[in-house]
């Protein structure tokens, strides 16, 4: 087999191999697994795949965002995470996904390494299964009986269970990685392959060979003949490092082979501020040197040699030494299928060690500055609330040169590289500025009665009076793209709602957004609740956002269809208000006015193609094909430059018909528009349900009759007779403003102003009242008369 490794190619690697165990012969302080030489035909027709992941080594990675170009990774598989919970055998669906991970990682041109545990684990389950045979064999033969009476089990060593599990541990790892086409060595180490200099440079040697092959070396102390660990003085220096469990191994291994990431999989997911399981233990998402002062460490887990304490230590020593270092679950059913390809992509996963402390807050502590300073925004009086948005409208206009030149700024970043319909989103003028000003004073004036307004009162009993009242829902995180003017709006309706609010605005409008949220910040101090708006400006991404259900009580994403989707999909236990496309339709009935008609289509689709509420697909009643009616419409789309796609019933009406439209669901966004043909109002309702978002549509008509059967049985969001689809705005709607609009039927609908930010709670005032005294032979009984509510201040 050294013969057909030589033909491969290997010669350099089997010298290396020989040398290395010839040098350790004698001690048996290690040995190697040469699975890749067994393996060396099949090896060598697997092609390389080649990404561009190369960096320069010696300073870990700052942010998580960068773990995706980490070349050389170490994964240690902890006690717990390879164990089954009996601590005797292996979890091998677990396994199997591990594996499975590390594969995919290796074939994107990584080199990934693994350091393992559970030969003891494996090592017991067959030391047990031998014993328990050797002792029902020895017990039929005493008594002459079949029947076994209960056998003791003697406490395994350690060493010995190592010694018989370690061939099977690589053998299910060889089998598992051989489904990838992927070849596996094994290492195994001792402290003293580390100290000796010749056994530490041969180490060195075999493990790059073995990555410059694409294998996958799996390294592990070599805990049959491996002495007790001694107290010593290590992890003080990058120089000083015993290998005294596996933890500790990796730490050494991704210093000494120079590696770019090291993950370190146990049993919890991450690094705690107190120990796991308490009340008020939080995951800590970040980890900086010097922080281990302030972390109370807990117990080790159920199995393994190491705790959490041992874990930073090595994580932090690795650090030092130039690795970046990822803690995560390794264990949890949800996540153990993907947590090594999440943490490698920069997901929010575990607890990652930096170096790089940021300049500002995390975004957990932002949600937490939201959280306080939005119930101290909910506790002021209304006129206080409503003077803090009339100084933000006054800023807008003062600081408008200021604000433009910021804007100006965006804008010349993202010439040429954003699309003309986002170019326009993103730009800011005068007369939008005074738009929103006008807005924002709409807003104080409606929001004089908002929170604490009584919906309902209601008398119990005598001295026992219940009110239903609006409270703000708490923390917004409203997500937006290319829209800087959504800021001002936005932070307006939280203000007035009593809404802590974390914003998360796009980087190409990163300028526009700074100066108006700190124009904002200057409007909240001068009732002292500068904190209650945050905006996000850390490199966290949406999905690690959306997973923040603790901090956050409502996500409305406001921006394009795709990126409502992704958040509707990544959020975790907290609700999305929003709609995820805006196929808006416009039904041309045949008792439509001509004079009306071009005008509301010209309107609907080329006033701003671009909005959410602007018209997509236009549906002719058949009676108009081929008349004044219907020729003024395409020569009106003809002169806008408009592209018209024909669906499939009108493009069988043409003999040379436009493109014909590929989906009938279909949000444009630009210039283009699908043209359909209807036979009747039942059709095109029909249509509009199948096709539709339920965001809003249209009948154009004047037939009362028929408008009213079309707006009683559409099911959208918006229904409008004989206007633009374009009313559908809060602004319009003379809420002020809006976050969004919803296509949900739950809490809110349409434009969603101030109102929509609002929920209620109850309010019981009693004299001591219990339960008891209305039953069956009480001294009271229930009175449930409605009471009068105040009358909501209109001014």
Request: glycine share 8%; proline share 4%.
């Amino acid at each position: 087999m050294l013969t057909q490794a030589y033909r491969c190619g290997f010669q350099p690697f089997r010298q290396r191999l020989l040398s290395w165990v010839q040098c350790t012969a004698v001690s048996s302080s290690h040995h190697v697994q040469p699975s890749a030489i067994r393996h060396a035909r099949s090896w060598s027709n697997i092609p390389f795949i080649t990404v561009p992941l190369s960096r320069t080594h010696g300073k870990s990675f700052a942010h998580r965002s960068e773990l995706k170009h980490a070349k050389r990774i170490v994964v240690k598989l902890g006690s717990a995470v390879v164990t089954r919970g009996d601590e005797c055998g292996l979890a091998l669906g677990r396994l199997a996904s591990i594996v499975e991970q590390v594969s995919v990682l290796q074939n994107q041109g990584r080199e990934m390494m693994l350091v393992t545990s559970g030969a003891v684990a494996f090592g017991k389950q067959r030391l047990r299964h031998e014993i328990l045979l050797s002792q029902s064999v020895r017990q039929a033969l005493h008594s002459g009986q079949n029947q076994l009476k209960e056998m003791a089990i003697p406490v395994l060593e350690a060493r010995a269970c190592a010694a018989a599990g370690q061939s099977g541990l690589m053998a299910l790892y060889e089998a598992m990685f051989t489904q990838y086409s992927i070849c596996a060595a094994q290492i195994l180490v001792t402290n003293l392959d580390f100290h000796d200099e010749q056994k530490r440079r041969n180490l060195n040697g075999t493990l790059h060979e073995l990555l410059r092959m694409n294998i996958v070396p799996i390294v592990n102390t070599n805990d049959a003949v491996v002495p007790p660990a001694e107290p010593n003085s290590d992890l003080q220096g990058v120089n000083v490092i015993s290998v005294k469990d596996n933890d500790s191994l990796a730490a050494r291994l991704a210093v000494e082979m120079k590696t770019d990431l090291l993950i370190i999989l146990s049993d919890v997911e991450g690094l705690f501020d107190s120990p796991p399981g308490s009340d008020d233990a939080k995951l800590i998402d970040i980890f900086y040197p010097g922080d281990q002062q302030s972390v109370t460490f807990g117990t080790k887990s159920r199995v393994g040699m190491g705790g959490m304490e041992s874990k930073v230590k090595a994580a932090l020593w690795a650090l030092q030494g130039g690795t970046s270092v990822v803690i995560a679950n390794g264990t949890h059913p949800k996540v153990s299928g993907h947590v090594i390809t999440d943490i490698v992509e920069g997901k929010k996963v575990g607890t990652f060690f930096s170096e790089v402390k940021p300049a500002g807050p995390t975004v957990e502590q932002q949600g937490e500055m939201a959280r306080s300073g939005g119930r101290m925004l909910a506790t002021l009086e209304p006129e206080q609330r409503a003077e803090i948005i009339h100084h933000l409208a006054d800023l807008l206009t003062d600081q408008r040169d200021e604000i433009l030149l910021a804007n100006k700024k965006d804008l010349e970043e993202a010439e040429g590289r954003l699309a003309a319909p986002l170019l326009k989103r993103l730009s800011l003028s005068t007369s939008k500025l005074n738009s929103l000003a006008i807005g924002l004073r709409q807003i104080a004036a409606s929001s004089q009665d908002s929170v604490g307004r009584v919906l309902r009162r209601t008398r119990i009993a005598k001295n026992l009076e219940l009110e239903q009242v609006t409270v703000p829902i708490g923390v917004l995180l409203v997500i937006f793209e290319s829209r800087p003017d959504c800021l001002p709006q936005v932070a307006a309706l939280a203000i007035a709602s009593g809404n802590g609010l974390l914003l998360k605005g796009g980087k190409e409008a990163a300028h526009s957004n700074r100066i108006l949220h700190l124009l904002t910040q200057e409007a909240l101090s001068i009732h002292g609740v500068k904190e209650a708006v945050q905006l996000v400006n850390t490199r966290e991404e949406v999905e690690d956002l959306c997973r923040l259900d603790k901090m956050i009580d409502l996500i409305i994403p406001r921006g394009s269809s795709q990126l409502v989707r992704d958040i509707q999909k990544a959020a975790k236990g907290i609700p999305v208000m929003g709609h995820s496309e805006g196929i808006c339709h416009m039904y041309v009935d045949s008792e439509a006015s001509v004079d009306k008609v071009t005008r509301l289509v010209r309107d609907s689709k080329c006033e701003y193609p671009a909005a959410c509420n602007a018209l997509e697909t236009l549906l002719i009643h058949r009676d108009l094909l081929r008349t004044p009616l219907f020729d003024q419409i395409i020569d009106m789309l003809r002169v806008e430059q408009v592209k018209i796609h024909a669906g499939p019933k009108f493009a069988s009406y043409l003999t040379f018909s436009p493109s014909e439209v590929k989906s009938l669901r279909t949000e444009y966004g630009d210039l283009e528009l699908c043209i359909e043909v209807v036979d009747s109002i039942q059709e095109a309702i029909d249509h509009i349900h199948k096709y539709g978002s339920s965001h809003t549509d249209v009948i154009v008509t004047e037939n009362e009759k028929t408008a009213e059967f079309f707006l009683q049985h559409v099911d959208s969001a918006c229904v409008f007779w004989n206007t633009s689809t374009r009313f559908s705005d809060g602004y319009r709607f003379g809420l002020g403003a809006e976050v969004g609009i919803s296509t949900s039927r739950i809490h809110a609908r349409g434009p969603v102003g101030l109102e929509g930010l609002l929920t209620t709670k109850w309010l019981l005032r009693g004299q001591d009242h219990v339960v008891s005294d209305f039953s069956e032979h009480g001294s009271l009984k229930y009175l449930h008369e409605n009471l009068p509510v105040p009358q909501r201040n209109t001014n």
